[in-house]
């Protein structure tokens, strides 16, 4: 592999209490919710926006909801739902010129434990197995708290994800550790070639390594400053001032 980048930001902290709290107010909002005529009615009555439950029950095993609008056709579907256990839902969404799949799986939505979302990528070519990819990416939260209370990351990063393409892999880890006043996240993105083309990629990425550490760096860093514009204000609010602006009618 041929790192192309290793770079800290400094952002803003998130509580875990507050992540928790989050997370289970979503999952309860969702099963406290109900349909009438395939709208989605949060508690209280107000309806959820563009989304349709077109097949099963609401929020079991199952349903299917449609998410479509004149760019894209969009499909999810809830595979598994137990907030004590595992929640697993499936996307799929369509658009003119491709088509992409994923499925996120999250761990006991009261106490979550862990996140990964699984995905292919099938784009439009005269060459089909060009246009195809697929991904996960995976965060462990015991072990990125962990990280970020104490600076000591788990092997291979709490948050990782890879690509992986007929021509090429990527691979990214992001660890935090403890700084004053939040986070010092870093962020390390490697990738190689693949089949035949392992050697001349080898080189055609340390060639063009510099220009793409600039054009990484530069993402993450605008990244990290919007995150610290936003999630200061999201965090100050809590859960239970979350669940009343989210239910309240507009």
């Known amino acids: 592999m041929v790192r192309i980048v290793s770079h800290a930001v400094h952002v803003a902290p998130v509580p875990r209490a507050w992540f928790t709290g989050m997370v289970g107010?979503?999952?309860e909002v969702a099963e406290q919710s109900r349909t009438d005529g395939g709208r989605v009615l949060l508690p209280g009555g107000r309806v959820v926006p563009d989304v349709t439950l077109v097949t099963g029950r609401h929020v079991r095993p199952g349903a299917v909801y449609d998410a479509s609008d004149e760019e894209a056709e969009v499909r999810l579907t809830v595979r598994d739902w137990n907030r004590r256990g595992m929640v697993r839902l499936e996307q799929v969404t369509t658009v003119p010129d491709g088509r992409l799949r994923l499925v996120g799986v999250l761990k006991d939505a009261r106490q979550p434990r862990l996140?990964?979302?699984d995905g292919t990528a099938q784009g439009e070519s005269?060459?089909?197995?060009?246009?195809?990819a697929a991904g996960s990416a995976r965060v462990d939260f015991d072990a990125w708290w962990t990280a970020a209370d104490t600076g000591v990351p788990a092997r291979g990063g709490p948050a990782r994800a890879h690509l992986v393409h007929r021509l090429a892999r990527a691979e990214l880890t992001v660890a935090p550790r403890p700084a004053e006043g939040g986070w010092q996240v870093r962020v390390t993105?490697?990738?190689?070639?693949?089949?035949?083309?392992?050697?001349?990629g080898a080189v055609v990425l340390r060639l063009a390594r510099p220009w793409m550490r600039r054009a990484l760096v530069r993402s993450v860093d605008e990244l990290a400053e919007r995150w610290n514009e936003e999630v200061p204000k999201a965090v100050a609010r809590s859960p239970f001032q979350w669940r009343a602006e989210l239910l309240r009618e507009r």
């Open 25 to 27: 107010m979503l999952a």
């Open 115 to 117: 996140v990964q979302v």
């Open 126 to 132: 005269a060459r089909p197995w060009l246009a195809r």
């Open 189 to 200: 993105v490697s990738v190689r070639g693949r089949w035949l083309l392992r050697p001349v």
